[in-house]
């Protein structure tokens, strides 16, 4: 049985580069749509409203396709990050992480248009960062741009510089976690190969087993 098209609904050169760790073939074709942000839902219902309107966006347009859309959120206690609109947001979002422990919530949503068919489910990692000085944070960003990147860091990019530990998976915090979408695309038909394994770089990583 061959495997239908698979599209990625993401411009995020991160999210490309996971999704090869799979060695499973696909197109790159970015869901432009605006993001949602609302108080009166969950930030994993957020994420997975955000994803599936990035795949319909793009099924609509390969309707035969299995369509990979995702959204990631920071979130800590009652406020939730995306992307900063400016260095001085950044600032002050690295700022509040700092020394705290938050919730990365990436939502990923497949669907394949013509036969009716989707799943949607979020992913949730802890994250806790180191304390940091205003220095170390102004040094941070002079090594890593934050503007494109949801709570304002890449935790693969000088990530020791600022997280302590990890619980969960570590590539959920990158952009996509690769344990439960690997499960999801078998389960459509999709023969895959894993090329990297999901690691935690220099600091701690405590998955749970």
Not at 17 to 34: C, D, K, M
Request: charged letters at 25%; hydrophobic letters at 40%.
């Amino acid at each position: 049985m061959t495997s239908p098209l698979l599209v990625l609904a993401s411009a995020s050169p991160r999210r490309n580069e996971l999704l090869r760790q799979l060695g499973v073939t696909f197109q790159v074709v970015p869901g432009e749509v605006a993001e949602i942000v609302s108080e009166s839902i969950s930030p994993a219902e957020i994420c997975q409203i955000n994803a599936y309107r990035k795949a319909r966006a793009v099924a609509k347009h390969y309707p035969d396709a299995v369509v990979l859309g995702a959204d990631t959120l920071v979130c800590l206690d009652r406020s939730v990050f995306g992307k900063p609109a400016d260095l001085n947001q950044a600032f002050s979002m690295l700022s509040m992480l700092q020394s705290q422990t938050h919730e990365v919530i990436t939502g990923v949503c497949l669907l394949h248009l013509r036969d009716r068919r989707q799943r949607a489910f979020a992913a949730s990692t802890r994250v806790k960062f180191r304390p940091l000085r205003m220095s170390e944070i102004r040094r941070y960003f002079e090594l890593v741009d934050p503007l494109d990147k949801a709570g304002a860091y890449a935790i693969q990019e000088q990530g020791e510089m600022i997280v302590d530990t990890v619980e969960g998976s570590f590539t959920n915090v990158i952009g996509l976690p690769l344990e439960r979408v690997a499960e999801e695309l078998t389960a459509w038909g999709f023969e895959l190969e894993v090329r990297g394994r999901d690691s935690g770089g220099a600091f701690s990583h405590n998955s749970p087993p």
